[in-house]
């Protein structure tokens, strides 16, 4: 199982980091993609690393604003959210394929992620 954590209210142009707790899998034997979702909106896949060597594969609409850090003694893996817009408010979701290894291809389709945890909602203020 997965568990999103550590959203909240931000004004524009702050930062956040959120936290994708496991259970049951070992973290860096995985990959782990980033999803969002705004009411009424499509879920949007924002990233995919792979856990093992640090690859990772970013959207364009998040490029260069996401760092990634790992806890594998907690078996966390951390995202840092900077320089936050108005529309990113959404909810976040981190989900994992259902095999150990590679990020899927796209990595930004939700179809190939088994594991999803809860999300956890970001509010940006302008």
């Known amino acids: 199982q997965l568990q999103a954590s550590g959203g909240g209210w931000v004004q524009a142009g702050g930062s956040l980091r959120l936290s994708c707790a496991a259970s049951g899998l070992r973290l860096n034997e995985y990959a782990i993609g980033w999803f969002r979702q705004a009411p009424g909106k499509e879920r949007e896949g924002l990233s995919c690393i792979r856990l093992r060597d640090g690859k990772t594969f970013v959207a364009d609409s998040v490029w260069g604003r996401f760092t990634f850090s790992s806890d594998y003694a907690k078996n966390t893996l951390y995202l840092q959210i900077n320089n936050l817009r108005p529309e990113d408010t959404s909810v976040y979701f981190c989900?994992?394929?259902?095999?150990?290894?590679?990020?899927?291809?796209?990595?930004?389709?939700?179809?190939?992620?088994?594991?999803w945890g809860q999300g956890t909602q970001v509010t940006v203020s302008s």
């Open positions: 989900a994992a394929p259902e095999w150990p290894g590679d990020c899927p291809a796209p990595f930004s389709s939700d179809l190939w992620y088994r594991y």
